[in-house]
């Protein structure tokens, strides 16, 4: 009993790592009476990304007054943690002095990301604001292609010749200046005399290994390089898969540049996740609660466009039917559930494609057994749903007739949905197209429009 209420009081709260209304409330309170050391004593215990999600969350009057009551206590690391659409805003609240300063904390792939996004002016003073030496490491990033490795390595990082010893790599590293070594870093990068990657050292292999042991002999089992150009996509895919911590860069040459760390590269597994959502929901893959309300509907519009086609389609079938509607009331009492559960079965399909394809699980070798799987599963729920809407049409309406009419559109329609939403992304996959972009408009366009024909075409040859 002791160890249950242990494990009870020192279990996680329900709303565990949300901001404190209690917080947030002080806070404003402390920047509407212009207080600032009361603001710093309240926000000093904060990370980074718990600012941020505070700076997100705020109006922009108080925003802007907060960053300025803030001032130089305004850290890097809150820039890289908050999100695109509001960067640039906060940039441009902030003191010249105090950006310089922010800026310079951040590692260099930090700063490409938050330069990356912002306009030139922007961009220039954050250049100018850096070393010589970190400006140009910086500029050479961004002539790399947008959402590749390029962009997402980092400059700074340790390596050491093949070589050299443990006690070798453990002096130089001692000796290394503070500013010069990675602030986080996982692996000494061994290189040949052409600065080619050839292995890995972990930190734990080094710190209990004897001075006189060669390097070359602890090196990794598992290393792999990153060309500079690859897809950050499909880095952050290598990641996950083969379960790096980090793995050096490389040019077109072969020779290292950068590394990029497992942090960066789950980031961008994120952001992956986040766009397939909110293109598979039609609102814009880079949608925020900060957006304004005009960028919001510019991004939100073409997509209700595109239904509204759709939905016109799937009239023009109803159209068709008009003489046995008009006939047969029940007919539009029950045609819109025919159509809804195949709209729902085809986005359950199309989900699972969409997500497989993204991380690679659904290849040539196994598509017709996925296919396969989706129609049966179609075809199973069809025929239960079948008997219950065969049962509701009897019951409701006292047609049998009509009872076997829904039957068999929900069969036909729960089958078309799952070979619709699984084969659907698969083809705009195979052709280039983004499957979580555009399926869903083509998904619900067959869904509805085999649901209708099915139901009102049946209705005419049994009950007509």
Same mark, same amino acid.
């Given at each position: 009993m002791a160890e249950t209420a242990e494990v009870t009081e020192n279990a996680v709260p329900e709303k565990a790592y949300s901001l404190d209304p209690k917080t947030i409330a002080a806070i404003l309170y402390a920047v509407d009476i212009e @207080?600032?050391?009361?603001?710093?004593?309240?926000?000093?215990?904060?990370?980074a990304a718990d600012i941020a999600d505070l700076l997100?969350?705020?109006?922009?009057? @108080?925003?802007?007054?907060?960053?300025? +009551?803030y001032g130089r206590e305004f850290d890097g690391e809150i820039l890289s943690e908050l999100e695109e659409s509001l960067r640039e805003d906060v940039i441009s609240v902030l003191h010249p002095e105090v950006l310089a300063e922010a800026v310079r904390e951040l590692d260099s792939d930090d700063v490409v990301d938050i330069v990356e996004d912002l306009d030139a002016e922007q961009q220039t003073a954050i250049l100018d604001v850096l070393e010589d030496a970190d400006r140009v490491a910086v500029q050479q990033a961004l002539s790399y292609p947008e959402f590749s490795a390029g962009r997402l390595m980092q400059r700074e990082l340790v390596m050491s010749p093949e070589h050299w010893s443990v006690g070798e790599a453990i002096d130089h590293l001692r000796a290394?200046?503070?500013? #010069?070594?990675?602030?986080?870093?996982?692996?000494?990068?061994?290189v040949d005399p052409r600065l080619h990657p050839v292995g890995n050292v972990t930190l734990g292999k080094l710190m209990r290994s004897r001075r006189d042991v060669p390097l070359s002999s602890i090196k990794e089992d598992l290393f792999?390089?990153?060309?500079?150009?690859?897809?950050?996509s499909d880095v952050a895919y290598a990641f996950n898969q083969y379960h790096l911590i980090s793995a050096p860069v490389v040019d077109a040459d072969g020779r290292l540049v950068g590394v990029i760390t497992i942090d960066d590269a789950m980031a961008v597994l994120d952001e992956e996740h986040e766009? #397939?959502?909110?293109? +598979?929901?039609?609102v814009g893959e880079e949608s925020s609660l900060a957006d304004r309300v005009v960028d919001t509907t510019k991004r939100r519009f073409p997509w209700l466009a595109v239904n509204l086609v759709t939905s016109i389609l799937a009239s023009m079938v109803?159209?068709?039917? #008009?003489?046995?509607?008009?006939?047969?009331?029940?007919? %539009?009492?029950?045609?819109?559930?025919? %159509?809804?559960?195949?709209?729902?079965?085809?986005?359950?399909?199309?989900?699972?494609a969409v997500r497989a394809l993204a991380t690679k699980d659904l290849t040539g070798s196994n598509v017709w057994r996925v296919i396969r799987r989706e129609v049966l599963v179609g075809l199973i729920n069809g025929c239960i749903f079948a008997v219950l809407m065969g049962i509701v049409g009897l019951v409701w309406f006292g047609s049998p007739a009509l009872g076997y009419v829904i039957a068999a559109a929900m069969v036909i329609n729960l089958v078309v949905a799952g070979l619709a939403g699984t084969g659907i992304p698969i083809v705009l996959d195979r052709l280039g197209v983004d499957p979580a972009l555009a399926s869903g408009a083509f998904v619900t366009t067959v869904t509805d429009v085999v649901g209708f024909f099915a139901f009102l075409g049946l209705a005419v040859l049994v009950l007509l």
């Open positions: @207080d600032r050391e009361q603001l710093i004593a309240l926000m000093e215990p904060m990370h997100e969350q705020v109006n922009t009057f @108080d925003r802007s007054r907060l960053i300025r +009551l290394m200046p503070e500013a #010069d070594l990675p602030e986080q870093f996982y692996h000494i990068t061994l792999r390089v990153i060309p500079v150009d690859q897809a950050e766009e #397939d959502i909110l293109r +598979l929901a039609g109803i159209a068709q039917f #008009d003489v046995a509607i008009a006939q047969i009331v029940a007919l %539009a009492v029950l045609m819109p559930i025919v %159509a809804s559960m195949g709209g729902n079965a085809g986005t359950q399909s199309l989900t699972v």
